[in-house]
């Protein structure tokens, strides 16, 4: 028989308010990977043959959507970042395993860490084509999509379009499934993205991160170009498409949906191309703080209609050795920029789900599948609002449902 769960907490909240109220205590009845009911324990009440849960310093809510990370980085630790991010590419190249065991024990890592920090469903890229991550996910039973990364340009550019070309979709394992990612438009051709957009797959990519980028795509010139004309990368050197990243791939991202990982550095007329063509900006407030990136459009983007997720990137740009969180991003947002909690909990659920094709009800209290309920500490006598304590202190999540782990045995 599957468990039925009577959850009664403090403050149950959902990114689209559904729970007990802003203010009173709430209730949620959960059987086994589904929702039965969520409102004020009295609309719930007291069903037979429910375990009850009780969390009255806790404000409970669905688990979390990290939208981008780099789940095979897990191995490298956080470390201070010395200024030159040419310099730090060329570290985590070097800093990459290879061998299949070494990619899987780093994938497992950060799984361990991902559910430590609440952790429902991820946009995971994974380096070097290896399919590695993908089968480490689907044993883990977590949701979300496995991007595998290429990179291909100039004479490289055939191989990295065949090597998108043999990703073929294939059944979804859960709610995980497979998708591509040509790495960024200074690393990858036309042709890759191209490849990527006709492939039926989820596309991802990193754009508009850095300011050498654009320099590198208007002129050729930059750190980045000494560092990809010395591996090889930019050999034959391309001549340079001369316009911002975003322009260079107007064409693809109107095409199809695309999850775009940081987009740190965009022109107010992009706003409007960026919300028309769907894609999704991932936004990493740590690692931008982390590399030095602290104008974010993240707000006019949402005002202007572009769905904006969290996402972390790699375990070496966080502050938190213990867990690989968007509640981490979130409790950033609210301190530095006084960001509506309850924006942030979309830009964490069900804004990070749309952007992963998932079903945004999979983290919502909706009746239907959940991918797992967590609860976070507050104090019931503080007058502030619960879910503004939650972003001011630093617990742990605790899982209280977490039908996920379970889909499938590792």
Not at 63 to 79: F, I, K, T, Y
Not at 214 to 223: E, F, H, N, Q, V
Not at 374 to 383: E, K
Request: aromatic share 4%; with cysteine; net charge negative.
């Amino acid at each position: 028989m599957v468990d039925r769960l009577l959850i009664r907490a403090g403050r149950v909240i959902d990114a689209e308010g559904r729970g007990g109220g802003p203010r009173g205590p709430g209730a949620l009845l959960v059987e086994g990977d589904r929702v039965l009911a969520a409102g004020t324990p009295q609309a719930v009440g007291i069903p037979g043959e429910a375990t009850v849960v009780d969390r009255p310093h806790a404000v409970v809510m669905p688990g979390l959507v990290n939208a981008h990370c780099h789940l095979d980085l897990s191995h490298l630790p956080p470390e201070p970042y010395a200024g030159d991010f040419a310099a730090w590419i060329d570290g985590v190249r070097l800093g990459r395993v290879t061998s299949g065991d070494a990619i899987a024990a780093a994938v497992r890592r950060g799984l361990d860490l991902s559910r430590a920090g609440g952790t429902a469903a991820v946009g995971d890229v994974a380096g070097g084509c290896s399919p590695v991550p993908y089968r480490e996910l689907a044993a883990d039973g977590m949701a979300g999509v496995s991007f595998v990364e290429v990179i291909g340009f100039g004479a490289r550019e055939p191989d990295a379009v065949a090597a998108v070309e043999t990703l073929v979709p294939r059944p979804q394992i859960g709610h995980l499934r497979l998708g591509v990612s040509p790495h960024a438009p200074y690393t990858c051709g036309p042709d890759v993205f191209r490849a990527a957009a006709a492939s039926g797959l989820p596309v991802a990519t990193h754009l508009a991160e850095t300011p050498q980028e654009i320099d590198l795509l208007r002129s050729g010139t930059g750190p980045l170009a000494a560092l990809f004309g010395r591996l090889g990368l930019w050999d034959p050197a391309p001549e340079p498409p001369g316009v911002h990243p975003i322009d260079h791939l107007a064409a693809v991202l109107a095409a199809v949906p695309v999850l775009a990982a940081h987009v740190n550095y965009v022109e107010p007329r992009h706003l409007a191309l960026l919300a028309s063509a769907k894609t999704t900006v991932v936004y990493c407030p740590r690692a931008a703080a982390y590399f030095g990136h602290t104008m974010h459009r993240y707000r006019e983007m949402l005002a202007a209609g572009v769905n904006v997720a969290l996402g972390t990137d790699g375990l070496a740009c966080l502050d938190t050795p213990d867990r690989i969180s968007v509640l981490d991003e979130m409790r950033l947002l609210h301190r530095r920029d006084a960001t509506d909690p309850m924006t942030l909990l979309a830009m964490a659920t069900t804004r990070g789900a749309a952007g992963l094709g998932l079903d945004p009800r999979l983290v919502t209290f909706a009746s239907g599948p959940i991918a797992g309920v967590i609860a976070v500490g507050f104090d019931p006598g503080d007058p502030r609002d619960a879910l503004v304590q939650v972003l001011q202190r630093d617990d742990l999540p605790e899982w209280i449902s977490a039908a996920a782990l379970s889909c499938v045995p590792r």
